[in-house]
């Protein structure tokens, strides 16, 4: 693309090559990154079309929306100018949808491997710079009534509070529960704070008649399954 027609902006563009047009007439996956993230900042400067904005702002992030999606609303604001704290949560808003979106398992689908556990958290959990730990809740016949988040921390260490994970498994009827939380540090191996916590929920669990199919920890693109290495009641 030539300074005359990135000064001119998008519209000056054959209609194909416009990223909305280009959209609407070939449909998402025909848009490359840099096209989609155009679509979100909607607008570019004087200098600068939208595309050219999104170009620098992936340039920056290696090219890797995987890194795009560690950045807070601060950070992405302050890479490329002309990207605003607007334009900022419109990108931060998209990337949390999409990792929404790929989280969400069907109802009527039961959950049968540590696998499909991980699959349901890891793109919420893989990009954070801070452990989390989540509760996937589940009926007689393991299907997903609803997950939630009990625990938020640090680097190393989230308080858990085991009280509150039964507490809402009676509420919501559950036969089944899958522990999940991440390590920023890479490392998918359980620290013996993640065994005696386990431990504890398994025991507790068992008062009540609900069991603990699994904990899984997310590290990268890796995962640790306490189900599948034998260790849920060591």
């Known amino acids: 693309m030539n300074v005359e027609n990135t000064l001119r902006g998008i519209r ?3 209609e194909d090559d416009r990223p909305r047009e280009k959209m609407l007439h070939k449909g998402a996956g025909s848009l490359s990154n840099a096209e989609l993230l155009a679509i979100l900042l ?3 400067t004087k200098h600068y079309t939208a595309v050219d904005l ?3 702002l992936l340039q920056l992030c290696d090219n890797q929306l995987t890194v795009l999606g560690k950045k807070d609303i601060k950070e992405l ?4 100018s002309g990207v605003g704290t607007a334009k900022a949560i419109a990108i931060a808003a998209a990337l949390e949808l999409g990792k929404r979106h790929a989280c969400e398992q069907p109802a009527e689908v039961a959950i049968k491997s540590s ?3 991980a699959a349901m958290f890891k793109p919420m959990l893989v990009d954070l710079t801070h452990e989390e730990f989540w509760v996937l809740l589940l009926n007689r016949t393991n299907k997903p009534i609803t997950k939630f988040r009990v625990g938020l921390g640090g680097v190393h260490q989230t308080p858990v509070d085991c009280r509150m994970i039964l507490k809402q498994a009676v509420v919501h009827l559950a036969s089944g529960i899958v522990l999940c939380h991440n390590h920023p540090s890479g490392s998918c191996f359980p620290s013996q704070v993640d065994k005696m916590l386990t431990r504890n929920i398994v025991e507790s669990a068992k008062l009540l008649d609900i069991k603990v199919l699994d904990h899984i920890i997310i590290a990268g693109n890796n995962y640790y399954s306490f189900s599948d290495e034998n260790t849920l009641d060591v």
Do not use: D, H, I, R
């Open 54 to 56: 999104a170009k620098q």
């Open 77 to 80: 604001s302050a890479m490329v």
């Open 115 to 117: 696998a499909q556990a």
């Open 12 to 14: 000056s563009w054959s």
């Open 42 to 44: 909607a607008t570019g």
